[in-house]
């Protein structure tokens, strides 16, 4: 049986999270593993995250929609959320992720593309006149 991830986005706009949409990721385990040690069974690689963690009680209407109309089946698998740090961590350390891998499946776009193309606290310049004033990546996962 395979193993999905289900992965959203937030943003912080006048100090109140929105709903910034869902992006699909490919089934891949090496990087699963490396983002929450998900299918990590050798142990080789090293996760930015290796707990679970709870829903923030602050998430987006849209957010808590979408997590509880999903299927049960993701209780059994690693919510994990991305604070702004994580994700600067995961963005520090991916190029290395790619390098110890030998993993040539990600596109530089790719990085881009899930950063929003650059998932820096200035990037709220592109939507209105309001600043996006933080960033996290809320990710579970299903059989």
């Given at each position: 049986m395979?193993?999905?991830?289900?992965?959203?986005?937030?943003?912080?706009?006048?100090?109140?999270?929105?709903?910034?949409?869902?992006?699909?990721i490919?089934?891949?385990?090496?990087?699963?593993?490396?983002?929450?040690?998900?299918?990590?069974?050798?142990?080789?690689?090293?996760?930015?995250?290796?707990?679970?963690?709870?829903?923030?009680?602050?998430?987006s209407?849209?957010?808590?929609?979408?997590?509880?109309?999903?299927?049960?089946?993701?209780y059994?698998?690693?919510?994990?959320?991305?604070?702004?740090?994580?994700?600067?961590?995961?963005?520090?350390?991916?190029?290395?992720?790619?390098?110890e891998?030998?993993?040539?499946?990600?596109?530089?776009?790719?990085?881009?593309?899930?950063?929003?193309?650059?998932?820096?606290?200035?990037?709220?310049?592109?939507?209105?006149?309001?600043?996006i004033?933080?960033?996290?990546?809320?990710?579970?996962?299903?059989?």
């Amino acid at each position: 049986m395979g193993c999905d991830i289900h992965f959203h986005r937030e943003v912080k706009i006048n100090g109140k999270w929105e709903y910034f949409g869902e992006f699909k990721i490919e089934r891949n385990y090496r990087l699963f593993s490396f983002l929450a040690n998900v299918r990590n069974e050798n142990k080789l690689i090293k996760p930015i995250a290796d707990a679970e963690d709870d829903l923030p009680g602050d998430v987006s209407g849209m957010m808590r929609f979408v997590f509880n109309s999903e299927d049960n089946d993701y209780y059994l698998h690693t919510l994990t959320v991305f604070d702004y740090g994580r994700i600067e961590e995961f963005y520090n350390r991916f190029d290395g992720f790619i390098g110890e891998t030998g993993d040539h499946e990600y596109p530089e776009h790719y990085v881009g593309y899930l950063f929003g193309n650059s998932w820096l606290k200035d990037f709220g310049e592109q939507f209105t006149n309001d600043k996006i004033e933080d960033v996290r990546w809320i990710f579970w996962f299903d059989n």
